[in-house]
């Protein structure tokens, strides 16, 4: 099955213009960035509409993370710099069940490097990148790498 591009989303939802899609795509030419996060930092969309567009696009439900209350000793499971250069922090833990929120879901990647890191089976919601950047920087102190 093939999934609906973030541009047609938000197109439909009424929140792009076919103009402003080209300027973005234009910059993601240059910058080689994911389209949602040019769009949030063009001032286009804003990140919670990223969030949101992406859970529905991947089907994972969202996680507010200045709301959500995560075990330190669960967001301290993968290491700092990993969470930072990915944008991924694990947030509950259930048995072998590993809950991580992401900024991209899609990013097959990190969840398969989650997963081998902590020999847990992972999950995903979908959270702000900023809200993950402060969360990591609250619970990950500086020695733990």
């Known amino acids: 099955m093939v999934r609906k591009r973030i541009g047609d989303y938000l197109i439909e939802k009424g929140l792009l213009t076919q103009e ?13 960035e994911r389209l949602g996060r040019i769009l949030v930092k063009m001032n286009i969309i804003s990140a919670s509409t990223l969030r949101d567009i992406l859970s529905l696009q991947s ?3 969202t996680v507010n993370l200045s709301k959500a209350l995560i075990p330190p000793e669960v967001a301290r499971l993968l290491p700092k710099d990993f969470c930072l250069n990915n944008k991924v922090m694990a947030i509950q833990k259930s048995g072998k069940k590993l809950t991580l929120a992401m900024a991209d879901p899609f990013d097959i990647v990190t ?18 990148e900023s809200e993950i950047t402060e969360a990591i920087e609250a619970f990950c102190s500086e020695e733990i790498k």
Do not use: I, N, S, Y
Request: hydrophobic share 40%; proline share 3%.
């Open 111 to 128: 969840l398969d490097m989650a997963a081998q890191m902590t020999g847990m089976q992972v999950e995903v919601k979908v959270a702000k």
């Open 59 to 61: 089907g994972c439900p």
């Open 20 to 32: 402003k899609l080209k300027l973005a795509l234009k910059e993601q030419k240059k910058t080689h």
